[in-house]
């Protein structure tokens, strides 16, 4: 299906090639999942997959056809949906098939028969007359694909199409792929962040800068691990503390909370902490084992935290509505938010996540309702709250053409900061983050990763006493997300409260308290532990976080349509 022959792509200004003598084949048939850290150069591949790159060197063979010289042959044989699909969102979800079929010249004849699959396909078809700019994540993602696949590919290329995406649409795109491949022969290369999609793929392509580590079933990554993973048991309010410890242990590799307690990968030879309890090796045990660097760097200085309202809440949210016209996205929501907390904000695509955010910030006025931060009614005074929050928001709030030290100045202006202090929060802000190399690198040409540093340094850069992080590590890697997470963690045992919202499920479980919110209302609330516990079943004893979501997800929304 696929063939790579000593393959090289550079880019001009670029550090160094983004593949280099990569050779690879795909056999037909399957799921291959491509996995890399940031920058491992997974689009690039796909990019070359598809005849819109040429290679410097090397050749690449899709479906017999050589990319150099019938480009628009393998184009017209295979699916290509990119990281940023090109949904037109004044167009309905018809018009947008529509569009696709006379860009992929579908004869007339044969599209109701080949709509009336994908709209099954994607279960799309009460959608058909929505605007796409109207639906949630999860269906744009799904009426992505349904274009993509107008015409029956051969050969379907996916880069990332589960980013972003809460884990009851995840769920649904894997099943609408794994179909394709069961009833339609269709053989798939999908890139993706998550490294738990690797149990969908019958083999695993592993790339580190430019170059390939391996193409094996998972299997075969996590052999070499057998004896070296356990799970050190802890209980719910000792498990940050305890993974901080651990991190720092010369036997331990890497130490990541979970449900039970601590999850341990050992460096060989190491030997385990008293009580722990020998694990089975997962394909993120493996990807972290091979690619984590031998040293990590230094965590940055906690931001200095300021004395918090007399009954140690600094956010309080009660009764919260916001509406656009006849529409409520947000219902009626109350929470509250104590100094040097991890408080999680959960929800499927649409919750209304995003909206009580931006209410937070002083972004959005509310409807109704009130919220105070820092001890500021935001109603009344949002210009002197914002002064007290740092704010990374969903989209990294990036200026791609200014370079990493030209973004960090223009926040360090927004922020007010001037003279010694403006100087010395610029120097400490490179160094720390890691961005020194970078400082001249203009913000769009940077790995993803390092956007996410860039993001969270600009944030930081007045020292702020509340963090509201919108989805920040939609789309890094594993190794990028761990780094964050050291740094969440340093902040908030500094006193600083940390609000954020995750589709990693696996990332709600460093939070001290959770809010699950549904179509605008907030289903669920309490610990970790509490929200699992609502999905304990006789055939699902020990539910995980994603289990909880998509199980008291589909109930609420099925209660709705039943009592609708």
Request: aromatic share 6%; charged share 20%.
């Amino acid at each position: 299906m696929l063939v790579f022959e000593d393959v090289t792509k550079r880019f001009s200004g670029a550090a160094g090639p983004a593949l280099e003598g990569l050779s690879l084949t795909l056999e037909p048939g399957g799921i291959v999942g491509l996995f890399g850290p940031d920058g491992a150069g997974k689009t690039t591949l796909l990019r070359l997959a598809a005849g819109l790159l040429r290679p410097d060197a090397g050749r690449v063979v899709v479906l017999g056809h050589d990319t150099r010289r019938e480009a628009a042959a393998v184009q017209g044989a295979i699916g290509y949906m990119p990281q940023h699909f090109g949904l037109y969102e004044d167009l309905t979800v018809q018009e947008n098939l529509d569009l696709y079929a006379d860009l992929q010249s579908l004869p007339h004849p044969e599209r109701p028969q080949r709509y009336a699959e994908l709209l099954r396909l994607t279960a799309l078809g009460p959608f058909g007359a929505r605007l796409a700019g109207q639906l949630s994540g999860g269906m744009k993602q799904k009426l992505g694909l349904a274009c993509t696949l107008v015409r029956p590919p051969r050969l379907l290329l996916l880069d990332e199409p589960t980013v972003g995406v809460d884990p009851v649409s995840r769920r649904e795109l894997w099943a609408i792929i794994e179909r394709l491949v069961r009833e339609g022969g269709t053989t798939v290369l999908v890139s993706t962040a998550y490294l738990d999609e690797a149990q969908h793929c019958r083999e695993v392509v592993l790339l580190r800068e430019g170059r390939l580590i391996g193409q094996h079933r998972s299997a075969v990554f996590t052999a070499p691990l057998a004896g070296r993973v356990y799970m050190v048991p802890a209980g719910e309010g000792e498990r940050r503390a305890l993974q901080r410890s651990l991190e720092g242990a010369p036997d331990v590799l890497d130490a990541l909370i979970q449900a039970e307690g601590v999850r341990l990968v050992l460096k060989e030879g190491g030997a385990p902490p008293v009580g722990a309890q020998p694990a089975a090796p997962r394909f993120e045990d493996a990807f972290v084992a091979l690619l984590k660097p031998a040293a990590a760097g230094a965590l940055p200085a906690a931001p200095r935290a300021v004395d918090p309202p007399s009954d140690g809440e600094v956010i309080r949210v009660q009764d919260l509505g916001r509406r656009f016209g006849s529409f409520a996205a947000v219902k009626g929501v109350s929470f509250a938010v104590r100094r040097g907390e991890v408080f999680g904000l959960l929800g499927a695509n649409g919750a209304g996540k995003t909206t009580t955010f931006r209410m937070l910030c002083g972004l959005l006025p509310p409807s109704s309702g009130s919220l105070s931060v820092a001890g500021v009614d935001l109603r009344s005074a949002p210009a002197q709250a914002r002064g007290r929050i740092g704010y990374v928001s969903q989209k990294f709030s990036l200026y791609g053409n200014l370079s990493v030290e030209q973004n960090l100045a223009f926040f360090a202006a927004a922020y007010g900061l001037t003279g010694a202090r403006r100087k010395e929060r610029l120097s400490r802000a490179l160094c720390e983050f890691e961005l020194t190399p970078y400082r001249c690198v203009d913000a769009a040409d940077l790995p993803l990763g390092y956007k996410q540093r860039l993001a969270l340094a600009g944030a930081l850069m007045h020292e702020p006493d509340i963090l509201f992080l919108d989805e920040p590590t939609s789309g890094v890697d594993p190794l990028a997300r761990r780094e964050f997470w050291q740094r969440i963690n340093a902040f908030a045992a500094a006193g600083v409260t940390v609000l954020i919202t995750t589709h990693f499920m696996e990332e709600a479980e460093y939070c001290d308290r959770l809010v699950l919110m549904s179509l605008g209302e907030v289903l669920a609330a309490g610990t970790p532990a509490q929200i699992r516990a609502r999905a304990v079943r006789d055939d699902l004893p020990h539910p995980s976080m994603e289990d909880a979501f998509v199980e008291l997800i589909e109930q609420h929304e099925a209660g709705l349509r039943s009592a609708a």
